[in-house]
């Protein structure tokens, strides 16, 4: 033992040597010492009178501001005796700052000039590797930062550049940054759309306060909404009233060029009018042959798409014949799907729509055939579309070519069976179609969307409105739907097999409608895993059975993102953006930081309610436990969900109720104005878009917003 332990202390003193001489060599090479750094970073500062303590005295000379009974040199930071660190901060100081002088420190690991007037360019920090903290806010440096900025800091966890004048692009070299957990932008003049990933370790971000535009990428919106307002042409849901992008403004020139183009058009099309006058006059058996083909032939209608070119009779193809194209982009993941045309679908016998539910009337395949039609999403069961029928019917159809699990017979049986479910949290099916290669899906249309939509979308109105009743609401319908569909198929692999906040539809009232359910035995094995939720469940990425206790693990999942506001990192199959709140909520619960866990919205007007919040939280908790021995069946997880709410909405109608008769009803009515209008200030003063209109949403409405709940399963 002796022997090992004085090679090892040998080994130890050996590595400190060279690593002394390294430093040494190092600074060296920058041919100053400390003293001489520090007194050339002193000359490249103007105003630098807070500085006086930095000079050579007779005593110290050249001596390190480090070395022991050395004099005091302000804002130096040492560490066993070398520099690491210069807090600089608050000084007035301006002029520039000396990089090659800084680089002489090998050491230094923290530097802080906020609460300066430095200005000018950002300086080559980025030259010093191990830098791990730059504090730079709070001054008036200008210009952009340098594409390859960020390459070779892969040693840096906080930046602040906050409250300066930069500009231009946010380098996508940050995503290199691996290390980085702190970085503040905001109250810049930043333009363009945002990297698409941030780095991988980020914990805290702002941006606000700038001119960025485009869409949100899905890796930051893990992050508050907050952190992006103030850019006006960036949002999380591109619309037709809110692009999500500047126009671009017509110059001079492009305008010229336009109407001289516009002249040349012009002038073409009344030469071709004239020319045609003047030499092509009909005879009258010709005039008389052209009313004979008007008589025998009937004018297509109009519809959306365009008719397929054919030298034989054509029959007029809709929007149903369309292929579906690539991903629309919005909220969640996105796959492109196509469909084969189906111009022909009327004249066979197989296809005409069967219905299986007749709540919203009769129709069939002709009547979606005309009627004025939008893709409104695209995801993994295939595309979706909302129709309007003729009658004023608006309804939303689903194209799916996965379903070729089932044969023809099993499949209609099924869905004659999805089609007969009544349930106050279930939409079932209104009709289908059958191909071998596609099926058409028909289901009500609902205008409010999902719950994932109003959660993560534009944060309007509908969101303003979803305030801690509502959510309770919310969750045990979802609940409640869930626990019937285990009844009703009680035989499936997993009963709704796809539970998900993009399959929570909310009705006006804000009822839970879950869609898509019961498609587990219809999908092909090798299709499910990607386009059904369930799938996700841990048991089954280890390489176990799909099963009704996955549509638990879902369960979970909806609760946690109801309770938190985030959106869910399960919700993407490459696990790249989102917040992993099964990890976060199954920590904070642990470590009893539960309060850091609920959506502010609800936290800012309901305090009172922690304790019933935390006790949904801890069902929920549970319900996503990776040991299925320990996740309660879908059974006891209803029971557990509806004890909550029954004892939460009674703690709520205690807190509003303040006294008795006439006095108590209006103390209840007045805190519970309270409450609701507290919650609704929090959503419009930390939203990233302004609150839309109610015409605005209207219109919204009808456009193509991909962020619509249908199609985004």
Known sequence: MAPSHHRLSLFLAVAATIAAALLASVAAENGMNDVEALMQLKKSFTNSSSLSSWLITDKDGNRSPCAPDSHHWHGVVCSHGVVTGLRLNGLKLGGTIEVNSLASFPRLRSISFASNNFSGPLPAFHQIKALKSMYLSNNQFTGSIPDDFFVNLSHLKKLWLNDNQLSGSIPASISQATSLLELRLDRNAFTGELPSVPPPALKSLNVSDNDLEGVVPEAFRKFDASRFAGNEYLCFVPTRVKPCKREQPVTSSSRRAIMVLATLLLSAFVMVIALHLCSSQPSSSRRARKLDMEGLEEKSPEYVAVKKASSTPQKSSSWLGRRAGSSLGGLGHRRAASAAKVDDLSSRSAGDLVMVN????????????????????????????????????????????????????????????????????????????????????????????????????????????????????????????????????????????????????????????????????????????????????????????????????????????????????????????????????????????????????????????????????????????????????????????????????????????????????????????????????????????????????????????????????
């Open 358 to 713: 007749e709540s919203k009337g009769v129709f069939g395949l002709t009547d979606l055939m005309k009627a004025a039609a939008e893709v409104i999403g695209s995801g993994g069961l295939g595309s979706a579309y909302k129709a309007v029928m003729a009658n004023g019917v608006a309804v939303v159809v689903k194209r799916s070519r996965d379903m070729n699990r089932a044969t023809k017979d099993a499949f209609e049986s099924e869905m004659k069976r999805l089609g007969a479910m009544r349930h106050a949290n279930l939409l079932p099916p209104l009709a289908y179609h059958y191909r071998k290669d596609e099926k058409l899906l028909v289901y009500e249309y609902i205008p409010k969307g999902s719950l994932l939509y109003v959660l993560h979308g534009d944060r309007g109105m509908d969101y303003a409105a979803l305030d801690w009743p509502t959510r309770l609401k919310v969750a045990v319908g979802v609940a409640r739907g869930t626990a019937f569909l285990h009844t009703a198929l009680a035989g499936h692999e997993a009963p709704h097999g796809n539970l998900k906040s993009a399959n929570v539809l909310l009705a006006p009232d804000f009822e839970p409608l879950l869609v898509d359910f019961g498609f587990s035995s219809l999908i092909s094995h090798m299709q499910s895993p990607n386009s059904l939720f369930a799938y996700r469940a841990p048991e089954c990425a280890a390489g176990h059975p799909v099963s009704a206790m996955a549509d638990v693990y879902c369960l979970g999942v909806v609760l946690l993102e109801l309770l938190t506001g985030k959106f869910p990192a399960q919700y993407l199959q490459n696990a790249k953006g989102g917040t992993d709140l099964v990890v976060w909520a199954t920590s904070a619960m642990a470590d009893g930081y539960e309060r850091d866990l609920f959506d502010p919205a609800i936290m800012a007007a309901w305090k009172f309610a922690l304790p019933d919040m935390t006790r949904l939280m801890q069902v929920a908790v549970d319900c996503v436990e990776t040991d299925l021995e320990k996740r309660p069946e879908m059974k006891e997880a209803l029971v557990r969900v509806e004890e909550v709410v029954a004892t939460a909405l009674a703690t709520v109608r205690e807190r509003q109720q303040d006294g008795s008769g006439s006095e108590g009803t209006m103390s209840a009515q007045s805190a519970d104005s309270a409450s609701r209008s507290s919650h609704a200030s929090y959503v419009r003063e930390g939203s990233i878009q302004r609150m839309a209109s109610v015409g605005e949403r209207s219109l919204r409405r009808g456009s193509n917003d991909p962020s619509y709940g249908y199609g985004i399963s």
